[in-house]
């Protein structure tokens, strides 16, 4: 079993910044993949950004230039730098662990980008 605890959410005005953690704990592989889903209220999760043990990174095109995502491997840790926060970014933020195709996510935080 993963278990997944998120910090970092909060309020910000449009053009600001937040930065996200998510700390994993339990068996977890050298090789899963970490990343950052969000929901916003009436649509459907989607991913944000997800990264490799090796550093490899992927980013949904809404995010791209502005959201950066790293891993630190030792403290089985992933972030996520959020920067230029449009209120369209507002959402419920999940951390989400993959191994080998078994998807493990956290509580949630909450973003909210004013205008």
């Known amino acids: 079993q993963v278990q997944l605890v998120e910090s970092g959410g909060g309020l910000v005005q449009a053009g600001g910044s937040l930065r996200l953690s998510c700390a994993a704990s339990?068996?977890?592989?050298?090789?899963?993949?970490m990343g950052w889903y969000r929901q916003a209220p009436g649509k459907q999760r989607e991913l944000v950004a997800v990264?490799?043990?090796?550093?490899?990174?992927n980013y949904a095109d809404s995010v791209k230039g502005r959201f950066t995502i790293s891993r630190d491997n030792a403290k089985n840790t992933v972030y996520l730098q959020m920067n230029s926060l449009k209120p369209e970014d507002t959402a419920v933020y999940y951390c989400?662990?993959?191994?080998?195709?078994?998807?493990?996510w956290g509580q949630g935080t909450q973003v909210t980008v004013s205008s």
């Open positions: 989400n662990v993959d191994q080998f195709g078994v998807h493990y």
């Open positions: 990264v490799t043990s090796g550093g490899s990174t």
């Open positions: 339990g068996s977890i592989f050298r090789f899963s993949l």
